[in-house]
């Protein structure tokens, strides 16, 4: 089965400050990871994704995410936090059907 | 890009009656919709796979006797809640996977549905 952890509920950062939002995941096979965000009473905005290719890779709004094969993991990350990335944050795995993460809820602090 | 639409974004119904959401693709064809349910400071649990033209799949422990889905083409998808009640009140969201000459592993999500039953 398949399965998407973000260990992390909360994260907080300093505008101005690099972020990073973790997820690990478990499934067998390659993988399709995701990322979306969420805004306050909104659907889903996607963010990136990863299907092959270059490990490093580049989304919507500065955000990038790097995939390691090794660790299991997709962690998303941008160099300088807007206090406007605070949001809900959701990792995605798609194998057999396609899994959310619990999200981890991003504040950005002016 | 690829955009969903939801109608309505919010809906306040009494208790006993029946509540019809709308999902629609509006640039783009889609051959599979789905429909997931949010809780507050929730994640989003898919409640059920709907492809056109046929029956929708539903997640164990939904009951689709409740939660009624029909995808009568390949831009509208609708989920009709019926004999709410007060525990049915959730962030319903709906996304559509793009009908493409390659796979397209990405879903586009819909804005969502604020269902309040009182």
């Known amino acids: 089965a398949q399965s998407v952890a973000q260990p992390e509920d909360q994260v907080n950062v300093a505008e101005g400050n690099p972020l990073t939002v973790k997820c690990t995941y478990s499934?067998?096979?390659?993988?399709?990871l995701f990322w979306y965000v969420q805004y306050p009473n909104r659907g889903l905005q996607f963010l990136l994704k990863y299907i092959t290719g270059d490990n490093l890779v580049k989304g919507s709004y500065g955000f990038e995410a790097e995939f390691n094969k090794s660790q299991t993991s997709f962690h998303l990350k941008k160099p300088s936090a807007l206090v406007s990335d605070s949001a809900l944050y959701f990792c995605?795995?798609?194998?057999?059907?396609?899994?959310f993460g619990p999200g981890t809820r991003l504040s950005v602090l002016p | 890009g690829a955009v969903v639409s939801q109608h309505p974004s919010w809906v306040i119904c009494k208790s006993g009656t029946s509540v019809k959401i709308e999902c629609r693709s509006l640039d783009f064809q889609a051959t599979t919709m789905f429909w997931y349910r949010q809780f507050p400071k929730q994640s989003l649990m898919l409640m059920a796979t709907s492809n056109e033209g046929s029956k929708a799949t539903y997640e164990q422990g939904v009951e689709k006797d409740k939660f009624l889905i029909n995808h009568a083409s390949l831009t509208l998808s609708t989920l009709t809640v019926t004999s709410a009640h007060p525990e049915d009140s959730s962030f319903y969201i709906c996304?559509?996977?793009?009908?493409?000459?390659?796979?397209?592993?990405?879903?586009?999500f819909g804005p969502g549905t604020r269902l309040t039953v009182t």
């Open positions: 499934v067998s096979g390659n993988p399709y």
């Open positions: 996304s559509a996977r793009v009908l493409s000459g390659r796979p397209s592993y990405e879903q586009y």
């Open positions: 995605a795995v798609e194998g057999q059907n396609f899994v």
